[in-house]
């Protein structure tokens, strides 16, 4: 068998655990699983299938994501949180019966302009300050009633709307965002849907009937780096390569382009076969971490392409061929993101077509 290079492994045991941790904050609520770009970078499909049976519903950014998701055969509830800006669009909504949200008069005015051979489910978006989409909450009762009206629009519509800043838990703007919500919807009757991942492990007073999970499900900590809770949550993806070289670096010798590093004394160095080609964030600072033997070993120079190289000075026994860990398993993503200057959203999405992926299988029932 012809050795891995960079590689992720995405552990589906990891996974269900994070389901479940969803629904111990939530018990109450129904989970709709965020698995929009690629389910963050981990595989739309292969997520898709562990989750359909695990979760209530899936949520996806646009049609087209629903539609490859109805073609490989998943089941169940799934939302297109983009909506649609045509006609055309909602004929195909019905047609692979998808759910979709609706967030603005311009997409009331085209529901009310057809005529469909069945209805479409429709999730009713009010904008309480991320000023992104939605309604604004004046509009709410008028484009409400316009919708109910609707002859092709599913009349149990739910009333959603989305945090701006859920992560931040010293920062008043979800409460605000949360006050606005209530009192525009409080005097009707319909199911509501509010809290991504921040706000379901910080904010209980959002925990609707509808919850909507995204970057928790993948064992990433959505919370800002002072958050200090224990969260109990594991990394569905880890990104591994391997050792390709080990060489000696005189003092004062300078290590890859830019000769950005410059050894202050004799050391020993590892290339590491990764790079920005295959995801690995270019502007990681120098003294970001990787894992070698389960310990802690410094990036130096810059990361190219293919490579990057890190000081095996303070390790021992490192040979050829040794697995390296960029992130994931032992090595949080969160704390590389922070490296480059980034979010882990990135860095999970951020993964090149030419890493092989491994999937890791639950043995039996999760």
């Not at 529901?111 to 309480?128: A, Q, R």
């Not at 002859?151 to 409460?175: E, G, L, P, R």
């Not at 993101?337 to 299988?361: D, H, M, N, S, W």
Request: glycine fraction near 8%; charged fraction near 20%; charge should be negative.
């Amino acid at each position: 068998m012809i050795p891995v290079a960079a590689h992720i492994e995405l552990n589906m045991i990891a996974l269900h655990h994070n389901v479940r941790r969803v629904r111990e904050y939530a018990p109450e609520s129904k989970v709709m699983a965020v698995i929009k770009a690629n389910a963050y970078g981990h595989g739309l499909i292969k997520i898709a299938q562990h989750l359909s049976l695990a979760v209530d519903a899936l949520a996806v950014a646009r049609l087209d994501e629903g539609i490859r998701l109805r073609e490989a055969g998943v089941q169940g509830r799934i939302l297109i949180l983009q909506g649609f800006t045509e006609v055309d669009e909602i004929e195909a909504l019905l047609h692979y019966q998808l759910d979709v949200v609706v967030h603005s008069e311009q997409q009331v005015q085209l529901l009310e302009s057809i005529v469909l051979s069945g209805v479409v489910s429709v999730f009713l978006k009010i904008d309480t300050g991320m000023n992104r989409l939605g309604i604004r909450p004046e509009q709410f009762s008028v484009l409400l009633s316009r919708l109910q009206q609707c002859s092709c629009v599913h009349q149990a519509i739910v009333f959603m709307t989305h945090f701006a800043n859920a992560d931040d838990v010293y920062d008043a703007k979800t409460a605000q965002q949360l006050l606005v919500f209530n009192e525009v919807t409080g005097a009707y009757i319909g199911e509501k849907s509010v809290a991504n991942s921040a706000a379901i492990i910080a904010w209980p007073e959002t925990r609707f009937d509808w919850i909507r999970p995204g970057l928790m499900l993948y064992g990433v900590s959505p919370m800002l780096m002072d958050y200090t809770e224990p969260l109990d949550l594991l990394p569905v993806m880890s990104l591994y390569s391997r050792i390709i070289a080990i060489k000696q670096v005189k003092k004062g010798e300078t290590v890859g382009y830019g000769a950005s590093w410059i050894a202050d004394k004799d050391t020993c160095l590892g290339v590491v076969s990764i790079g920005y080609g295959d995801g690995y964030p270019r502007q990681a600072r120098q003294g970001t971490p990787v894992l070698i033997n389960n310990k802690r070993m410094p990036l130096i120079g810059r990361v190219s392409m293919d490579m990057l190289t890190v000081d095996l000075s303070h390790g021992s026994k490192i040979q050829l061929g040794d697995q390296v860990v960029l992130w994931g398993d032992g090595l949080p993503v969160e704390e590389i993101a922070a490296c480059a200057g980034t979010i882990p959203y990135t860095l999970l999405c951020g993964i090149t077509r030419r890493v092989q992926v491994v999937v890791k299988e639950p043995l039996g029932e999760v």
